[in-house]
């Protein structure tokens, strides 16, 4: 699609009141917005996101576990702010097609509204293996990072009361040193 058919496209969505949670932005269309470099990164990411997937569930990477696991949290987290900055490429393409409008159509039409569930699926998928870390009652000398990452991604998901109890955990951590 040429950017003169992206803008028409837009405008007839902003036109239409398609924004918002009615024009959620699905998995495919984060994908279609990706540039072919950002793509053949983020096959090689879903490669490695298989492979260590792989060696999880084997039973013989039991000491290995944690840093396999906090590796795979990265690459979620990779993912997610790919998928975010996809998102927000969207809803920025949405937003200049409401603006272009004239402004007796703006006020009769919703605003667009930044749609981040794709991303979101990403993160929480962090945060689930990041809880895993120390719930394997291994000894890891990373924990205080684990936590770190963990309550930072919570807070990024608006888990706000989880995210405060596990900084907490890195401060209890350190003034027991």
Do not use: C
């Amino acid at each position: 699609m040429t950017p003169k058919q992206s803008l028409i496209f837009l405008s007839l969505i902003a036109m239409t009141g398609l924004t918002g949670p009615a024009f959620a932005v699905s998995e495919s269309d984060v994908i279609a917005t990706m540039t072919p470099k950002e793509h053949k990164i983020d096959e090689i990411r879903n490669g490695e996101i298989r492979q260590l997937q792989l060696v999880l569930s084997r039973a013989d990477a039991r000491e290995m576990q944690p840093d396999l696991m906090l590796r795979l949290a990265e690459l979620y987290t990779e993912k997610y702010k790919l998928y975010f900055l996809k998102e927000s490429e969207v809803w920025t393409k949405q937003m200049d097609a409401y603006l272009a409008m004239p402004l007796e159509r703006q006020k009769a039409r919703p605003k667009p509204v930044l749609d981040a569930s794709a991303s979101k699926k990403w993160l929480t998928k962090t945060v689930e293996v990041l809880q895993a870390i120390p719930r394997q009652k291994i000894p890891y000398e990373r924990l205080d990072e684990v936590y770190y990452y963990l309550a930072f991604n919570q807070w990024e998901l608006n888990r706000k009361a989880e995210s405060v109890l596990n900084f907490q955990k890195i401060i209890d951590s350190r003034s027991e040193e």
